[in-house]
């Protein structure tokens, strides 16, 4: 039975990975930060499935502990200080965290007594301020956040190790992906429960942040089986994962209240000043051609089809939900 190791296993795309490893029959061990305040709701149901270790990526020894004791083939380094606007009101954290996080756990895989295949999720905020159009591999950072800075330096130095130790360790480079297990701070998913409020008659506006952003949105339980297949390859590399299409947050938003039955939602959308980034990444498109050629990589639901599931959800979810 193979055995793996997820950091930030309590978040959205963690509990996905977890439920996608745990169908292959891997063994799953889930690295948590102690904490006084339960945050195992998106893994709840697989509590007895996998077995949950205590850790902290700027804990160094506690990260040689849980693979010491997870004895792992595989890791997935996906825990982070994720939440881009927050990266600016603590950017050393971030730092910490999203950053050296990173070397720390690189460090307890090259120390480990066994070989160990590393994932490290990269981001499509490291191209920030794009320098073309779509984005590649090869396409040059230009991070535009403390957040976006933190995962450049995750990235290169993955690729550090794995050059400098002949590790087998690749990154993912992600672009936005979303599901209905989203934290509510991040735009689809407090469009899809803005909306749902509304057409139930909780919420009288929904208040965003810049709609004339473009990001390339897909599903993440799609994305979290591109990671696996990362780590199938006889050879160690790093892929942009993307669905190729991008779409602006007023899109996003139109499509959401469309959904329910609602088309004049300019009339329920304010743009908050205090929701508008310090300076904002324009434009993301990814191209997602290495992944499909070398992975067989490809998303199964699209842009449409993931608003749709989101704003499902989070109706079903309201209207069991005493406001």
């Known amino acids: ?40 709701q998106r893994i709840r149901h697989l509590l007895g499935r996998v077995e949950l270790i ?26 982070a200080q994720s939440f881009v606007p927050a990266s600016w009101s603590q950017p050393v954290l971030t730092g910490e965290v999203t950053g050296l996080g ?29 320098q073309e159009v779509p984005q590649t591999e090869k396409t040059p950072f230009y991070p535009r956040s403390p957040y976006g800075v933190a995962k450049v330096y995750g990235h290169w130095i993955t690729v550090n190790y794995r050059e400098s130790y002949d590790l087998f360790a690749c990154s993912g480079i992600l672009f936005n992906h979303e599901s209905p297990r989203r934290g509510l701070e991040f735009a689809p998913r407090k469009i899809a429960r803005g909306v749902a409020r509304i057409k139930l008659g909780k919420q009288k506006e929904l208040r965003l942040g810049n709609l004339d952003a ?7 339980k799609d994305y979290v089986r591109a990671m696996w297949l990362m780590l199938q390859q006889p050879r160690p590399d790093d892929y942009v994962v993307a669905t190729g299409e991008t779409h602006t947050v007023a899109e996003c938003a139109e499509l959401a209240f469309r959904h329910v039955g609602i088309s004049n939602w300019q009339d329920y959308v304010f743009v908050d000043p205090a929701l508008l980034r310090p300076a904002e990444v324009d434009l993301l498109i990814g191209s997602p051609a290495k992944a499909r050629e070398q992975l067989g990589w490809h998303p199964e639901v699209n842009f449409e089809g993931l608003v749709k599931l989101m704003v499902e959800a989070d109706l079903e979810l309201e209207s069991l939900t005493p406001d």
């Open 54 to 79: 205590d850790g902290d990526l700027i804990d160094q020894l506690s990260l040689i502990r849980a693979v010491q004791q997870s004895r792992p083939d595989e890791i997935y380094n996906l825990a």
């Open 214 to 220: 473009r990001r390339d949105w897909g599903y993440a």
């Open 102 to 130: 990173v070397t720390k756990m690189l460090e307890a895989v090259r120390t480990a007594d066994r070989p160990i295949r590393f994932y490290q999720a990269s981001s499509s905020e490291m191209f920030g301020k794009v």
């Open 1 to 40: 039975m193979p055995r793996a190791l997820i950091t930030g296993i309590t978040g959205q795309d963690g509990s996905y990975l977890a439920e996608f490893l745990v169908e292959k029959g891997y063994e799953v061990f889930g690295l948590i930060r102690r904490s006084s305040v339960v945050t195992d």
